[in-house]
Structure formats: structure tokens, C-alpha cells
């Protein structure tokens, strides 16, 4: 997706909020996630961040996150304090330090309605919206998240489109690329261009679960071997793709900042669903979110790669052969 320049009324994410509010505030919500990993040198922003004080066992993300603020003179940021990142807490302590405002949004671990429906309540006050205007942009956004279903269902089901164009179009959905209008008429293209595609032939399928990799390649690389993702689990979350009328229930079922029980009930459906032979996780270095790994390897009923990245790159030697060994040895289960 293109890097959107920064504007007055841009306003930085630092994990997926209720974006249906800020654009009911006539704001441009942009995903710092996403603009640090398009950007032309993700490895530069890491060394600017390192180089201003953050230390090299600080998450990747972080770092980058820090430095798109920076350079794109990012006047405001939505800190997601609670059911993401707590490095997020120190991560904005710094940026308001710097100037920048800091306008905190928590998810309750234990899914408390009342509880979202205050932070919800807080992030409309802070940016003045009114909820028939909130109401107004969660029908516009409801419609492409609706055809991010499609997309989905023609990764999985018809097996016409990649597993990162799949991950591409639903990790852009956490912000709809800062312009909703502009991103659906690209994703309405490639959904006519994909409905005319013949079948793609990976035999192993595969989900990837986690948080998105800072190896876009993986994808291709994957693909190159025989097997092909068809569930993007984080990125299909971003999505929001329950259909929920209510907007809070549509935050409450969103697996991702609440406790892990909820993603092993998602992941596992897709299994069954999707008919998928085996899953990749992926934890990001220094990450706390790597001790999930535990329960999903107990939990899921296929075999799982657990993959660690750190830096933005290509993948290492190390990390393409245990890839490459995966797939080899769910095409031996699968043919056997
Ligand atoms: S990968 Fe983990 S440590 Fe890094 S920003 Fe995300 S949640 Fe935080």
C-alpha cells in the first residue's frame, strides 16, 4: 500500500483501535505498523531509533514505530496501552515527551463490555465525534470489511489469490490504507481480476498465526516450495469479519488484545474450515507474545513451525531451511 504523507489531521495508531471513530472525526487514522514496514528502508528507522536511545533488545516494531512518528512529524498518536504492547506504554511516555499527543486506548483482558464501552466513550470525547457520525462511517467501513470476507473465502475456498495478497489487503485493514474510498476501489479491482484467475496449485496449506512478519518475503518463499497460506489469523482479525451490527461487540470479538483462549478457538475453526496441514507461528524477537507459543502448540491439532524474525530483511539461511523442512514433512503426512 502507498506510504500516505503525513497531514494535520493524520493521526498515528500504534496497534488496531476502533477506526470507525477517528474517521467519524474527519481524521486520517494511519497504521505506524504499516508504514514502517512499506517504507523504502525499514532497517534505516531501527538504526535512527537505536541511535536516539533505544536499546537493541527493544522490539523491532517499536523502534520503527518510533522513528515513522518521528520523521513524518506525527502530531498525534491512538497509544493502544492495554491488550497489546506494554513497551507501547513507554513507547508513548516518549513520544509526549517529544511533544507528540497521546491519546490512550486500553482493551480489557477479560473482555469487560462496560469497561470498552468507557474507552470507546474516551477516544470519542478526546477527538469529538459524534456517534450518528461513528454509526454513519461503521456502515461505509462494514461494506469493505464485507468484501475482505470475499477476499478470504477466494483465498480458501476457490484458492485464486496468495497468501500475501491475503495478508496484504486484511494488515491494511486495521487502518483501510488512511483512505477507505481509495482502498476499496483497489480492492474491488482485484477482486474482479481474482474471480477470473484459474486455481493456484500449492498442494500443503498452511495458516500463519501471530503478529504480521517483518519478512514480507516469507510469503513468496513459502509459495516457492509448494505450499501456500490460507489463513492469515492477526491479519483476518484486523478485518473485523464477524458482521457484528453492534460496534462494541464488534471490538469485544476481536481475539487479539483479550486472553489467547479466544485466538486457539479462531485458529482452530480455521483448521478444521480451511483444511489446513499444518501452521506457521511466528513470534517477533523480544516479544513477550512468543510464550503463547506454549499453549498453541498444545492446543492446535496440526503440526506448528514456530519461526522467530527480528529485523526487516530477507529471510536468514537458518530460517528458510526450517521452512523448507516444514513443508517437506507435511507433504510426506499429506501423501501418505
Ligand atoms: S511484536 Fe510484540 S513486542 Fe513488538 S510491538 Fe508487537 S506486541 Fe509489542
Redesign the pocket.
Known amino acids: 500500500m502507498p506510504v500516505p504523507s503525513s497531514t494535520p489531521d493524520a493521526v498515528g495508531l500504534t496497534s488496531t483501535v476502533p477506526v470507525e471513530i477517528l474517521y467519524a472525526a474527519g481524521l486520517k487514522p494511519v497504521d505506524l505498523n504499516n508504514i514502517f514496514i512499506s517504507s523504502e528502508a525499514p532497517e534505516k528507522l531501527l538504526t535512527q531509533a537505536e541511535r536516539e536511545g533505544f536499546a537493541h533488545h527493544v522490539?523491532a516494531?517499536?523502534k520503527g514505530l518510533y522513528s515513522v512518528v518521528m520523521n513524518q512529524g506525527i502530531k498525534t498518536v491512538v497509544a493502544v496501552t492495554g491488550g497489546?504492547?506494554s513497551?507501547?506504554v513507554a513507547l508513548a511516555e516518549v513520544l509526549s515527551h517529544k511533544g507528540v499527543r497521546i491519546i490512550p486506548f486500553a482493551y480489557p483482558l477479560n473482555k469487560d463490555r462496560g469497561f470498552l464501552q468507557d474507552q470507546m466513550e474516551a477516544l470519542r470525547r478526546g477527538v469529538s465525534a459524534t456517534w450518528p457520525d461513528i454509526e454513519r462511517e461503521k456502515g461505509r467501513l462494514d461494506r469493505i470489511r464485507d468484501k475482505l470476507v470475499d477476499l478470504d473465502r477466494l483465498t480458501y475456498e476457490q484458492n485464486v489469490v496468495s497468501g500475501f495478497d491475503n495478508h496484504l489487503f486484511l494488515v491494511s485493514s486495521s487502518d483501510f490504507g488512511s483512505d477507505p474510498d481509495a482502498y476499496e476501489k483497489k480492492l474491488d479491482l482485484f477482486l474482479s481480476g481474482a474471480r477470473q484467475r484459474s486455481t493456484l496449485s500449492e498442494e500443503i496449506r498452511l495458516g500463519y498465526v501471530g503478529?504480521p512478519p517483518i519478512f514480507p518475503g516469507l510469503y513468496d518463499y513459502i509459495e516457492g516450495l509448494g505450499g501456500r497460506v490460507v489463513f492469515n489469523e492477526v491479519q483476518r482479525q484486523f478485518s473485523m469479519p464477524y458482521h457484528d451490527v453492534d460496534i462494541v461487540e464488534q471490538y469485544l470479538h476481536y481475539t487479539y488484545p483479550y486472553e489467547v483462549k479466544g485466538r486457539v478457538a479462531d485458529i482452530r475453526q480455521a483448521i478444521a474450515e480451511r483444511g489446513l496441514d499444518g501452521v506457521i507461528h511466528y513470534t517477533?524477537t523480544?516479544?513477550?507474545?512468543q510464550i503463547y507459543d506454549i499453549i498453541l502448540r498444545e492446543e492446535l491439532s496440526v503440526p506448528v513451525l514456530t519461526l522467530e524474525g527480528d529485523r526487516p530483511g530477507r529471510i536468514d539461511g537458518r530460517t528458510a531451511i526450517r521452512i523448507e523442512t516444514f513443508v517437506e514433512m507435511l507433504r510426506d503426512r499429506v501423501l501418505r
Do not use: A, E, G, L
Open positions: 522490539c516494531w517499536i497489546d504492547c513497551n507501547t503478529v517477533q523480544f516479544c513477550h507474545r
